[in-house]
């Protein structure tokens, strides 16, 4: 499943009308001045911090466009001259900050989870990013025209992305638009600051002072088995359940129902529960060491699943390219307008080939091979156009949620992980290393792929110059990669990431990273439980067919495998929050009449709640790495308690206040 969910239903009754940009050709606006790059660069830097953390904690991330659009909007009010198209620029650098977080957090923490490194290199992790990146920038250059003006696909989260920057644009009359567009403006800007400052503040009095625990949980003996369940009380998570909306969030539901609710007490009749543990610890240690692998196995059929279905688009956008040059080859002497001007051939051959240099050193430095090194090179890059030409292509379908990061990752990893063990062995030591930096590249180039379409899309629709947008891509690029080695290394510190330790008891599950350790573990040697991934398969085919029979139907449910195999793969507890969520945005929608449709200031308060509690958490990090410098202080220093004296009830009463203030919120007919 995509793992970047945007406000897709939204988009889906924009109508793009004529296609007519709201800036034409023949006029120039100032786009790439000094104020937009600051901006764009803290946006970026931000979102992309708040993206990293989110990812490591409910293996999902969500969309900055729209968010980041709200925000420089507002801000860009306090200069006296501003206009559409900085804004655009602002929006488009700090999407592809916060899509190149998703791409990092789902493999890089994987190294260390393997123990290829105990902490994050800082040089190596921004050069992945970095060429990752840059490759999604540049294969999706070509792509542009092909997609968007050739094929005319629909990218619904480009439009409604266009529609929220066309609010507060000059010149605009009635309708929300001119000077009511810009009091609209300020009002969605103070909601999204609002739902910010609520959610970090709810996040400094769970985890800063340690007011109440992060989550209420239990499980009881049942014969020779156990029952489970929990219910985490985050706002984030409840936010991340109404942005994905109702079906996604049933479906990632009913993964966990298969995993916690049949799966674990199955396994406890058959083999009865690990000795001399509680009822709680029983239950962790059968999902964590057996349950976990059935979730691995789903994936693994879901992403050779995407690989099939990916057939006709991959062959398709092809086709759309070729013609496009075609028909620019025949017509060159034509003046091209100014919306129409991409970068130059040059500049992308030259970045693409100058850009194969580092990870050609990174890789043969990883497999002590100069050989096996250049040869992984050439699949890296092989893998990352074919990749992001497929996640480009699926953006202007259905949009950037339906984006198919892990399943395009975790069929890299397998054919990386073969084509290695074929030259190097299956015990050799570096190999799941090596599979592991392939992988990371891949996955964002493809995370990019989709986000940078659906942000040229909405430059396309606003009247924006495109090599200029392809500019600020880079930059975001760039931000995203400096920032998250630092904001990994902190939340490594504060939170632990992957399997509880003494030091970090409850730490940052990392779903995604954890899988491609697990499945690079398997291959070179470490084994997997094959019954345990076999019976996943088969799970992961029946839920196939059955998607496919809903489809067949015509039904608005349907049930995509890699959500079913993530939900079984994450803890009980996160599926159920976020579940509440998309109910939550079913029954305010229904009041509002939108159908699937988020209003505008839900959306936005939810995004706030998740970016306020993400940049919460990783700034109460930031005493363990001042601890360096000042030896005195403690890593916990707003502690009050070492043992939560509420327990979770607190939470729970918050957790229930924000809901209540989302729904009332949200069910406020207010569309893009």
């Not at 700090?94 to 190149?100: K, P």
């Not at 040059?346 to 850009?355: G, K, N, R, T, Y």
């Not at 899309?457 to 606003?462: E, I, P, Q």
């Not at 699937?596 to 958490?617: D, H, K, Q, V, Y």
Request: net charge positive; glycine share 12%.
């Amino acid at each position: 499943m995509n793992e970047s969910s945007k406000s897709a239903g939204s988009a889906r009754r924009c109508q793009e009308g004529s296609d007519q940009p709201v800036i034409p050709a023949s006029v120039t606006l100032p786009e790439i001045t000094v104020k937009a790059v600051v901006l764009s660069v803290i946006l970026a830097a931000i979102l992309a911090a708040a993206n990293a953390y989110l990812g490591l904690f409910a293996g999902m991330t969500v969309s900055a466009s729209i968010p980041a659009a709200v925000a420089s909007m507002a801000i860009l009010r306090l200069f006296k001259r501003s206009n559409i198209l900085e804004n655009n620029i602002i929006q488009t650098a700090a999407s592809s900050g916060e899509a190149l977080a998703a791409g990092v957090i789902f493999t890089i923490p994987a190294l260390v989870l393997v123990g290829y490194w105990s902490d994050f290199d800082f040089w190596q992790t921004a050069s992945i990013a970095t060429v990752g990146g840059l490759l999604g920038v540049l294969f999706t250059i070509p792509l542009r025209r092909a997609l968007i003006v050739t094929a005319r696909l629909r990218f619904p989260e480009g439009v409604a992305t266009a529609e929220v920057l066309k609010v507060a644009a000059p010149g605009r009359t009635a309708e929300g638009k001119g000077e009511a567009g810009s009091v609209q403006a300020a009002r969605d800007f103070r909601t999204l600051m609002s739902a910010a400052l609520f959610g970090g503040a709810v996040k400094f009095g769970e985890s800063g002072l340690r007011l109440w625990t992060e989550s209420l949980e239990g499980a009881a003996q049942v014969g020779r088995t156990v029952l489970y369940t929990g219910f985490n009380l985050s706002p984030a998570l409840l936010a991340v359940g109404f942005i994905i909306g109702l079906n996604t969030a049933i479906v990632v539901f009913l993964g966990g129902v298969i995993g916690w609710v049949c799966l674990i007490p199955a396994y406890g009749l058959i083999y009865g529960l690990p000795p001399d543990k509680t009822e709680l610890a029983a239950a962790m240690a059968i999902w964590s060491a057996q349950i976990r692998y059935v979730g691995i196995g789903a994936m693994l059929t879901g992403g050779l699943w995407t690989l099939t279905k990916l057939r006709e688009p991959v062959w398709k956008s092809l086709e759309t390219l070729r013609d496009t040059y075609r028909a620019a080859g025949s017509s060159e002497s034509a003046v091209v307008p100014r919306t129409e001007r991409d970068a130059s051939l040059p500049w992308i051959v030259f970045p693409f080939l100058l850009s194969l240099l580092p990870m050609a050193w990174i890789y043969s430095t990883v497999v002590t091979s100069v050989p096996i090194g250049l040869l992984m090179t050439i699949v890296m890059a092989g893998a990352a156009f074919l990749f992001s030409s497929v996640a480009a292509y699926m953006a202007g379908l259905v949009g950037s949620s339906s984006n198919p990061v892990s399943g395009v990752t975790i069929a890299t990893i397998m054919v990386a992980s073969l084509l290695l063990v074929m030259f190097m062995g299956a015990g050799h030591p570096a190999g799941p290393a090596a599979t592991l930096v392939i992988g990371a590249v891949v996955c964002c180039a493809a995370a990019m792929g989709g986000d940078n379409l659906q942000d040229l899309k909405t430059g396309h629709l606003v009247g924006a110059t495109p090599w200029k947008q392809q500019i600020m891509q880079v930059v975001g690029v760039l931000t995203g990669a400096m920032v998250l080695v630092p904001v990994l290394s902190l939340l490594q510190a504060k939170y632990g990431i992957g399997e509880p330790t003494a030091d970090h008891a409850h730490p940052l599950s990392a779903p995604q990273a954890s899988l491609m350790a697990g499945l690079t573990r398997g291959v070179f040697g470490a084994g997997l439980p094959w019954p345990l991934v076999g019976l996943g398969a088969a799970i992961g085919i029946v839920v196939i067919l059955m998607d496919r029979q809903l489809e067949g139907r015509g039904s608005d449910l349907r049930l995509p495998v890699l959500a079913v195999a993530l939900g079984i793969y994450l803890p009980f507890k996160l599926s159920t929050t976020i579940f509440l969520g998309g109910v939550l945005a079913a029954l305010a929608n229904r009041v509002a009449g939108t159908g699937n449709e988020p209003s505008r200031r839900g959306l936005l308060f939810a995004a706030g709640l998740i970016t306020g509690e993400a940049l919460m958490g990783i700034l109460l990090a930031t005493p363990i790495a001042l601890g360096a410098f000042w030896p005195g202080l403690r890593a916990d220093p707003f502690m009050l308690f070492e043992v939560p004296p509420f327990g979770g009830w607190p939470g729970v009463v918050i957790v229930a206040l924000v809901g209540w203030m989302l729904y009332r919120i949200a069910k406020t007919p207010q569309r893009f």
